[in-house]
């Protein structure tokens, strides 16, 4: 599904983890998504309500998670924080993923 009114021009790949392997590493499944990304640097909070910086931001209808991986432009992000905003019946259409 996408948001019809942010642009979902560009693509990401997202590693999501899918569990753990026998040394407690993560296993991941990658998956090509439409987004809009911005490399703005901000102030956001962790998982653990730590201030911390966030070098960019995400826009996405998927449902990142933290502690997924997106990789945009050859680099590997690591997800910080993901903010959701659902429409008037709670479903949620949009994402801003923190990186």
């Not at 911005?38 to 201030?51: L, Q, S």
């Not at 966030?54 to 997800?79: E, H, K």
């Amino acid at each position: 599904m996408s948001v019809s009114w942010i642009p979902m021009r560009q693509t990401a790949t997202w590693k999501r983890t899918t569990g753990y392997n026998q040394y407690g590493e993560p296993t991941t499944s990658a998956t090509t998504i439409s987004c809009r990304w911005a490399g703005k640097r901000r102030m956001v909070r962790d998982i653990h309500g730590e201030t911390v910086v966030s070098d960019a931001t995400m826009n996405c209808a998927d449902a990142i998670a933290v502690g997924d991986i997106l990789t945009y432009d050859g680099r590997d992000w690591p997800v910080i924080n993901v903010m959701e905003t659902p429409d008037l019946n709670g479903v949620v259409h949009f994402r801003e993923v923190f990186l």
